[in-house]
């Protein structure tokens, strides 16, 4: 029969090695540069969530999720509409180099998905979702749909998603350590975590902005004013008449501190918007 002090030793020294596992999981990694809008936070990946299996994971997820798209008629339905979005994805596409030069090999790839919900998304390595809810609902000019594709690829430049993929896994590992003692055990599962991370968890504040300051530079660069990112803001955060923000703003910061934010960082690359379009 084990003493006390025997389990509070064995918990202990669990402890120790969950937290081990924790503080040791993850290095420091440089996704981007700076840019002129100076995101340069410290960010910590894991090395059990590598970039290249990242990518690998979120193309079958985006190629089947395409798959189930058009065998429903709701992939690229309205071809005028799918050649504008792409149009632009393109132009801020040439611009990712800025942040970060490996992004020119990735594949990227941009779909209309016809569905109700105001949403877009861009998954590692470059895939782009826009639904047809955001544009016929928000009703965007070009400049603001560039601000809503930016925002959502400099999301994947920073690698937003593996930075919580990694934290997942981290924990998972970490609580796996534990289930010796409680039974219950803890998998890492890469395919979950990235579902999880894409399309259930919302994203924190901090990347939230950096996604904002990113992305303005990218429309800016690309020849879009980056102010219409203010006006994009007011038209989602009015949709409904105010009866609630959509899913796409639930976790970005308030009105008035997003409103100061994008502001500030449109004005500070706005030179870069006139030397692009020639003004």
Not at 107 to 125: I, K, R, T
Not at 165 to 173: A, C, E
Not at 184 to 199: K, P, R, S, W, Y
Not at 260 to 271: C, F, H, I
């Amino acid at each position: 029969m084990k003493t006390y002090a025997t389990v509070l030793n064995r918990l202990f020294a669990l402890g120790l090695i969950s937290s081990a596992l924790v503080l040791g999981g993850c290095a420091s990694v440089q996704t981007t540069s700076s840019g002129a809008v100076g995101v340069d936070r410290q960010q910590y990946m894991s090395s059990m969530v590598s970039e290249a299996a990242l990518q690998q994971e979120a193309a079958q997820q985006y190629n089947a999720m395409l798959g189930q798209a058009k065998a429903q008629g709701a992939l690229d339905r309205d071809a005028a509409q799918t050649k504008r979005v792409q149009t632009i994805a393109q132009r801020l596409i040439r611009q990712a180099g800025v942040f970060r030069p490996d992004a020119a090999s990735w594949n990227w790839d941009v779909h209309v998905l016809s569905s109700n919900e105001v949403n877009a998304w861009c998954m590692p390595g470059g895939k782009i979702a826009v639904y047809t809810g955001l544009i016929n609902k928000i009703k965007p000019t070009d400049a603001e749909l560039a601000a809503v594709i930016g925002h959502e690829m400099a999301h994947a430049l920073r690698e937003h998603a593996r930075e919580q993929v990694s934290q997942q896994m981290v924990t998972s590992m970490g609580l796996s350590v534990l289930s010796a003692v409680t039974g219950v055990g803890a998998t890492a599962d890469l395919g979950g975590a990235l579902t999880n991370v894409m399309f259930t968890l919302p994203n924190s504040r901090t990347h939230e902005t950096e996604a904002d300051r990113i992305g303005v530079e990218l429309a800016a660069r690309a020849g879009y004013d980056p102010r219409a990112a203010v006006t994009l803001w007011q038209k989602m955060g009015a949709l409904g008449g105010g009866g609630g923000q959509p899913e796409f703003l639930s976790t970005h910061p308030s009105a008035s501190s997003r409103i100061a934010d994008l502001t500030e960082a449109s004005n500070q690359v706005l030179p870069l918007y006139q030397q692009a379009a020639g003004k």
